[in-house]
């Protein structure tokens, strides 16, 4: 398909089929063929004018970077994403780079750094509810990992509460 669109110079499908070829790359682990892919998609979508396809692109590239583990590309990434669909009003892409930007921080085990994921202009006040993050990735057992539950002053738009784990 990419050739095709190439040879009938068919832009947006032309850059369309190269994010997608990323996603295959994605998928089977092959990051710096993905990281090629996602990062010609977003020069293509640039040159186009496509912001879409410029965000999903960033976001894309985001992935890859933390499936590397290099977090703060990641980071990067996702903000910039974040940025992007704000300003193109894509709620599905904003809370896809808001959910990546939590993951990233948690991976970090940043617990308060979470906090800034989610800026007060893109989502409602949430109710006055403490919002608990566990900081500790795998607890050994339920006690320990209800300890590891620590309070945060409430983050701005996310509504969330608590959950003890219970063995079952």
Request: charged share 20%; proline share 7%.
């Amino acid at each position: 398909a990419r050739n095709l669109y190439s040879n009938i110079g068919n832009q947006l499908g032309f850059a369309q089929s190269v994010k997608a070829l990323g996603g295959v790359y994605l998928m089977r682990d092959e990051y710096s063929k993905a990281e090629e892919s996602y990062v010609q998609s977003r020069d293509l979508f640039s040159k186009i004018g496509d912001q879409l396809g410029f965000a999903q692109s960033v976001l894309a590239l985001g992935d890859v970077y933390r499936l590397r583990n290099e977090y703060s590309e990641a980071e990067e990434s996702y903000i910039q994403s974040r940025d992007l669909f704000s300003k193109i009003g894509d709620q599905v892409g904003l809370d896809q780079s808001v959910n990546a930007l939590e993951d990233v921080y948690r991976m970090r085990t940043e617990a308060s750094t979470a906090q800034i994921a989610v800026p007060d202009s893109h989502y409602p006040s949430p109710p006055d509810t403490p919002v608990m993050v566990d900081i500790t990735p795998y607890p050994p057992n339920v006690s320990q990992a209800n300890q590891a539950l620590i309070p945060l002053s409430p983050i701005p738009g996310l509504n969330a509460a608590a959950v003890l784990v219970q063995e079952v």
